[in-house]
């Protein structure tokens, strides 16, 4: 961990000497993006919308397809000139492709035939709804020239001279005051020592007051306060001593580095992912289970690389969430380049953050399933966790506490029905705790 | 007034010149204290840099780092799976369904796993053919993770890969095969279709091929017999539900008798029901499971055994026989008779002696009575060995005429009683291979070990009975580089397919007849349509006289083939060991035997006269334990020496007994090689044999559980009844509530006026009952092993178990009457009156500690009882075990201190207390030591650490999973829905477990059944376990 800090450190300072050279690069390249674009446009007159285009791509073709790195199906970016340049293919071949690609395989096309067998026979999947329009808005989005992806790294680099300014103005301040404090304290002295001599020269007797027993002595002498103390710091140390022991083996607030930096508030927060998407067992069985990497796969196999502005914010915090991505790849032995899987899998060892003691039964469909609880309940805020850590202390009391507060949720529960109309007449209550209904039995949890 | 005597310690005082007397004077000791020699000279003492100090630093500093470092949590690592399989949640378990096929057991089973591992070993309730899981099929599991399991081929003792072994294996079979010399196939009885297709393939595709199927404990003449009556190798079935008079000479059929299975039946039959129950007569000279549940058990030597069949068959269908039996014998073979005379199509005949001549008598007198336990359509077909075969093959291997042999499934040099002969043929062969899953005794000596899997990492079929088919699956990937028989015979035969592949493609075209494979792997099991029965030998009215006159040759054959000469040994197996071939699993070996409640032994079991006549003792030591004298016996010449005694009453005078099974010496941990092996006294493959017994110098320690074998006339432990009170008299009368005095006035125990405590409402919610039926109960055992598997019971080992430390929270009480019968014993003590005398119960008592020659027995299945006024809950000082509401009395681990108050206050001795840490202790190196073996464990249940008391917790795991269940799927709980360990794992329908909140349920009805009462009522516990009252069905003819 620490290693990284110290590598960002280097990228900082990296990327503030490069920023003039940016400035200028980006600069040039803007220059060159205007005439390009105004060129383009004069190219070809009756293309689409690149805006268009891009919400086109991310709702049909991003599932297969990228702009820059092969995925399921080849890399778009500049296709259509690709194309014409190489294979001499114009805007109605590609039309035709993407409207029915099979049917252009049949037809004998030897590029088509050559893609299709390039990609394992897998079919291009057939768009025919897609106007002539739509696909010159696609074509214009992958046409278009790459951004400089300067400004990300930009602002990282603007904001961190300013608060290191910051810090150091206001120590600067607080120095100052100190240095007056002890100048005022130094002159106070001295003004009494003047005050003295004044005083002695003056002949003036400063009376001093009788010596008298001193406190501690006096303290010492009275036996009954002796005992009463001893006996108060005993009682204190014992509180203190226990409230320390009971906190053995609490890991409240436990926030182990993990093998891979799993962001909860990526994926739960921002994406919104439900929790049980991913810990689906907590539904049906007593652990919520770690995903298992094909989990993971199911969306990551088209999500290599995170965006920019995340990539921005992981380096904040020293995390290159690309190369997590990567790690990911590792375990689950997936090739990126070959979009296929090695086989050579390397499954990864969390580092497991809940631990409950063996003799501690607990139940995650019970909670999830019956009780209705929100994951949040007990496991807090994930959705803001950059880093996953234990955030209830997961003690007997804390269980028995929610046991006691907590009403048993019996609506459209058939195998309530009945208990709960009796205990609820016993107990002249129309809501039932989970305490009411036999929860704080020790062989409930214990076995 | 003082006297001036004085004192003198010791003689030398008495000298007055005596130097020690000076010296002592002076010193404390005698002679100087050699402190130089532990502490080192001097010199060096003084160099050394670490002073007193130092060291007291060192000792303090590093009590503190280690008590420092013990704070910190240890970093506990998970590891999901890359790719889960769709079937696998993690926490949820998986059942599948498959059948054990070992060669000894066969049954159809379902198993429990658990992320992907098989924990437990459970009835397939869909199971029409061969009864439950018996205790060796439950504890099977086990052997999957045996530790000592040979992991891969090997030659000659080294690691070779199975390339190879193919290679090598190919070339030699090739070679023997142009040479023209014979391939022998010696197994078990596989009962396998598509391996019989296998062997006939592998047969034609090599010439001279022998197959050989050898049953370790034969059954050969009773497959004779019934070959020659209905033409088809097989064993005869019986269903005993329907009997209402069983008539068994030497058969435990309750036991492992023609491959056992037979008890469901039984138990049916056992329960009286419109005050109607079978009748069970039971000849045999040991005493087996079978006689102790009988209602009448007469002890008799083989020989009269033999005799008593051909009477038997005389008194019922006529003829004489000549020969004289004992009268109580011939007695009780005439009542017998006119019993099974008079219940006609209900009565039924078996016999386990071996002795073609006896089961073909056995065979026609129930063919005479057209019994109707005896189901034609079904034969078994579990045992096909047959015992001429593998003489004839000893015989040539050792005249050197076997070219190759290839095994599975049996271990001829730890089963055969020739077996040097048969090493000696192994020599000669050029070509010997062993299909095991360790290298025991025969594997350990051939040149080849195929490593062979465990059945549960398997394919397979089984046909059980004629046209009752079973499936074996793998429920697991194999564990180790192992390869099946049948895999191997196809690689032989150059088939490429799996034998998977090769069982379906079978069954489709051959057993499915149409119907899906998948739903018969899914069920475990397919029963085929019932074949037209084939043409057998009917009896027709021509033959029928003509077959009367060949039995009753038969019988005269066998009572003229009885002859005694001194001692008869009769040679069983036990329930818990079985043939042997699991002699290496924990459980078996600390499970007690039902009848000696020995564990971890086999013994010569004697009767007490001839105990007193040989100069054989058992006795109890100052530590609980029993001791006893060493026998030497020998059988025509073969001698074994040192064989423990145990004096067995009910044990047949002039006969003694001695179980198979034990005495494994390769392939199994030290620990487990216990008892001596009885096979070498297993000649002819006949279970009994002439012997003469000597009393051997020395003592055996046995690891007793039980030491008390009478019931002291406590009635109201066992409650029993004879059907003819049963039902004549009022309830009162034979289960009547004990009373207790209020005011000198009785009143009953039940009553809350006598009660300590007051009644806390159970009316809400579920309330769990266990009943266990005292007439189903056999006393088999299944349900001890079940326990262990599903709590994670430790095993203790025998020296802890002498200890009287057993950790099983399942006991089952043996017990014995005094008298005849246990009423006896209750009048016995009834009229004791004053200390002395003739009915003084002084010397009363003490007769009543000692069983009958003949006793009558009662088995008595015991966990914690549940009581809702439970003495041991108020004992406990730190509240660590307490009452649910639902009946069940908590234990928590985990707040245990360990004073075992309760188990000083539990009326019913239950509790268990972990005197040691049983779990990764190599002091206790069984399953749970190992890496391996730990898979078996149940995550569900918490491994109990040392210092803390554990007992039956009415497994709440399963009642709350079940409880769970319906919550989340929203309904209401079934009646049979709960069910515990032991309940489930009771395929004689003795345990039924439920909500007795549910008032339609079993349990709530058995709790009003007339026959119920509680253990031990009179101390008021209130009990949620009931007993069901034994009934013997006594009428004589």
Known sequence: MKKSYQSLEDNSTNNMKQVIHRKLTSKILYLGFVILLTLSTSLQAQDGDPAKGKALFNTNCAACHKLDKPMTGPALRNIEQKLADEQGLDRAWISAWIRNSAAVIKSGDAYANKIFNEHNGTAMTAFPTLEDQDISDILAYTAEVVETPAPGTGTDVGVNPNSTTDNSSSKLILGALALLFGLLAMALVIVRRTLNRFAEAKGVDIATKEKGLPLWKAFVKNQFLVIVTAILFLLASAYFIFGYLSQIGVDQGYMPVQPIHYSHKIHAGDNGIDCKYCHSSARVSKTSGIPSLNVCMNCHKTISEVAPETLAEGNKIGVDYNAEIQKLYAAAGWSDTEQKYTGESNPVKWVRIHNLPDFAYFNHSQHVTVGGIECQTCHGPVEEMEVMYQFSSLTMGWCINCHRETNVKVEDNAYYTKIHEQLSKKYGVDKLTVAQMGGLECGKCHY | ?1037
Request: glycine share 8%; with cysteine; hydrophobic share 35%.
């Open chain 2, 1 to 1037: 007034m003082s006297s001036n005597k004085k004192y003198w310690k010791s003689v030398e005082e008495l000298n007055e010149n005596s130097s020690i007397v000076e010296a002592l004077k002076q010193n404390e000791f005698v002679e100087e204290i050699p402190t130089d020699e532990f502490l080192g000279d001097k010199s060096t003492l003084e160099a050394s840099s670490t002073t007193r100090r130092d060291f007291l630093k060192y000792v303090g500093f590093s009590t503190a780092a280690a008590s420092l470092a013990a704070c910190e949590g240890p970093v506990i690592k998970s590891i999901p799976y890359v790719v889960q399989p769709e079937e696998i949640i993690p926490g949820v378990a998986n059942y599948y369904a498959t059948t054990i096929a070992d060669g000894f057991d066969f049954a159809s089973v379902l198993v429990k796993t658990r992320e992907g591992r098989p924990i437990k070993i459970e009835n397939n309730t869909m199971a029409t053919a061969n009864g439950g899981a018996n205790a060796r099929v439950n504890a099977s599991v086990l052997g999957l993770y045996d530790s000592l399991r040979v992991q891969g081929p090997k030659k000659d003792g080294k690691s070779i890969s199975w390339s190879a072994f193919d290679l090598e294996t190919n070339q030699k079979l090739t070679d023997l095969m142009n040479a023209g010399k014979e391939i022998v196939l010696l197994t078990q009885t596989f009962a396998s279709p598509s391996t019989s297709k296998l062997i006939s393939n592998f047969k034609e595709k090599y010439g001279n091929v022998r197959h050989v199927v050898y049953d370790a404990v034969s059954e050969s003449a009773a497959l004779d017999a019934y070959q020659a009556k209905y033409g088809e190798r097989a064993l005869a079935n019986y269903d005993f539900s329907k009997a209402s008079t069983i008539v068994s000479v030497g058969a435990d059929f309750l036991g492992d008798w023609q491959g056992g299975g037979f008890d469901s039946g039984y138990a049916q039959g056992r329960v009286p029901q419109e005050g109607k129950m079978s009748r069970h007569i039971q000849i045999e000279a040991n005493m087996s499971l079978s006689g102790a549940n009988a209602d009448k058990r007469v002890p008799a030597t083989p020989s009269q055994q033999k005799l008593a069949l051909a009477k038997l068959y005389s008194y019922v269908i006529g003829g004489s026989v000549s020969g004289d039996l004992p009268k109580q014998i011939d007695d009780a073979v005439r009542k017998a008779a006119s019993q099974l005379k008079e219940a006609g199509s209900n009565g039924v005949v078996v016999t386990g002696i071996q002795d073609v001549n006896a089961q073909t008598v056995a065979l026609e007198i129930n063919a005479y009575l057209s019994s109707k336990v005896f189901d034609k359509s079904a034969p078994i077909k579990t045992r096909q060995g047959n015992d001429a075969d593998v003489a004839t093959l000893v015989a040539d291997m050792k005249a050197g005429k076997v070219g190759a042999i290839i095994m599975s499934g049996v271990n001829p040099l730890y089963t055969l009683p020739n077996a040097n002969d048969f090493a000696e043929g192994l020599k000669k062969t050029e070509l010997s291979i062993a299909f095991s899953m360790k290298a025991d005794e025969t594997a350990s000596v051939t040149q080849y070990i195929a490593a062979a899997p465990h059945y549960l990492e398997s394919w397979g079929d089984v046909e059980l009975k004629k046209g009752h088919y079973g499936l074996t699956q793998p429920t697991i990937r194999p564990l180790f580089d192992t390869r099946q028989f049948q895999d191997a015979l196809l690689k032989w035969t150059g088939n490429d397919v799996s034998y998977h592949d090769f069982i379906k493609d079978n069954w489709n075209t051959g057993i499915l007849g149409g119907s899906s494979f998948n739903q018969a792997l899914h069920d475990g099991l397919f029963v085929g349509a019932m074949p037209a029965l084939e043409n057998a030998p009917e009896t027709t009215e021509a033959n029928t006289l003509e077959t009367v006159a060949s039995s009753g040759d038969a019988a005269r054959a066998l009572a003229s083939s009885s002859k005694a000469e001194g001692l008869e040994l009769t040679l069983y197996t036990k329930v818990g060991m079985g043939d042997g071939q699991q002699a290496n699993n924990p459980w078996l070996q600390e499970f007690p035997d039902p009848l000696t409640r020995v564990s971890w032994d086999n013994y010569l079991t004697v009767s007490t006269a001839d105990a007193k006549q040989l100069n054989l003792k058992n006795w109890h030591v100052a530590n609980g334990g029993l001791n006893g004298n060493y026998a030497d016996v020998t059988v025509n010449g073969v001698t074994i020496k040192n064989v423990p005694v145990i004096i067995q009453p009910g044990q047949a005078n002039g006969s003694v007994g001695l179980s198979l099974g034990y005495g494994r010496t390769a392939g199994l941990k030290d620990e487990m090689k216990t008892g001596v092996n009885a096979y070498a006294l297993y000649q002819n493959f006949n279970t009994a044999q002439n012997v003469s017994v000597t009393a051997a110098s020395g003592e055996h320690e046995f690891a007793c559980v039980q030491l008390q074998n009478t019931l002291m006339g406590r009635g109201d432990i066992i409650k029993e009844t004879t059907l003819e009170i049963f039902n004549t008299k009022d309830k009162d009368y034979w289960n009547a509530i004990p009373v207790v005095s209020l005011n000198h006035v009785e009143t009953p125990v039940t009553s809350p006026d006598v009660d300590l405590w007051d009644e806390f409402d159970r009316s809400i919610g579920h309330h769990f009952n266990l009943s266990i039926d005292l007439n189903a109960c056999t006393g088999c055992g299944a349900c001890v092993i079940a326990c262990h598997a599903e709590n994670n019971v430790p095993v203790v080992g025998k020296s802890e178990i002498r200890r009287s430390r057993d950790m099983h929270w399942l006991r089952i009480d043996r017990y014995y009457s005094s008298e005849d019968t246990f009423e006896g014993d209750d009048t016995k003590k009834e009229n004791f009156s004053g200390l002395f005398g003739d009915n003084g119960s002084l010397g009363g008592f003490n007769e009543m500690e000692t069983p009958a020659d003949n006793p009558q027995v009662a088995f008595q299945p015991v966990m914690c009882q549940h009581c809702n006024h439970a003495p041991c809950e108020t004992v406990c000082p730190v509240a660590a075990t307490s009452h649910g509401r639902q009946g069940q009395n908590h234990m928590a681990y985990n707040r245990c201190v360990g004073t075992r108050y309760c188990a000083n206050n539990c009326p019913y001795k239950v509790r268990r207390f972990n005197w040691f840490l049983y779990s990764e202790n190599d002091e206790f190196d069984y399953h749970m030591n190992d890496d391996l073996g730990r898979m078996v464990l149940n995550p569900d249940v918490v491994v109990r650490s040392r210092g803390v008391m554990e007992k039956c917790s009415m497994c709440i795991q399963k009642t709350q999973k079940t409880i769970l269940d319906a919550k989340r799927d929203g309904r209401e709980i079934k009646d049979g829905e709960f069910q515990t360990a032991c309940s489930s794992a009771c395929s004689n329908g003795a345990m039924t477990f439920g909500d007795i909140n549910d008032k339609e349920s079993k349990v709530a009805k058995l709790k009003e059944d007339n026959r119920m009462y509680h253990l031990l009522e009179s101390v008021g516990t209130k009990p949620n376990v009931m007993y069901q009252t034994k009934v013997r069905n006594t009428t004589e003819a």
